[in-house]
């Protein structure tokens, strides 16, 4: 069993597209961080809305062949909540699909593992906001 003392910092991430089939430069992509080690994905839900409205949704555990998410290294724990999921269905739209992500900072576990075996303790992690960022860059310029 893995403890969460076990797993560097958790993230959920979504990416949405238009249409029903995920770019394969988007699954060649992820399928590269997780290959590297720096990520593993822990969940991946992916949501799709007909022009009519009409919503499927395909867990990691079926076929993802169909909307070229296949051959994705996925060590699935369940963690997308129905909460999560509804707030993803409620701001699509039609015609569009929507890939649903929790992933691990594998590169964090190794270096918060060696911190703690040094006496230390990863005191604080934020994520700064991208539009914080690019903020920031801009006023330096």
Known sequence: ??????LG???LVVLSFPGERID?????ALADVVDRGYVTV?????????????????????????IGL?????????LVSDEDLD????????GTSAV???YEETWARSMAGTVRGAGGE????????RDAVAAALSATR
């Open 42 to 66: 822990l969940d991946l839900i992916y949501l799709t809305m007909d022009d009519s409205g009409g919503l499927r949704q395909v867990e990691v555990d079926e076929s993802l062949t169909d």
């Open 87 to 94: 707030i993803v269905r409620a701001a699509m739209e039609p």
């Open 1 to 6: 069993m893995t403890y969460a003392s076990d």
């Open 9 to 11: 910092p958790v993230e």
């Open 100 to 102: 649903v992500i929790a």
């Open 24 to 28: 394969r430069s988007v699954t060649a």
């Open 122 to 129: 990863v005191a604080l992690h934020v994520q700064i906001p």
């Open 70 to 78: 296949d051959g994705l290294t996925v060590d699935s724990r369940g």
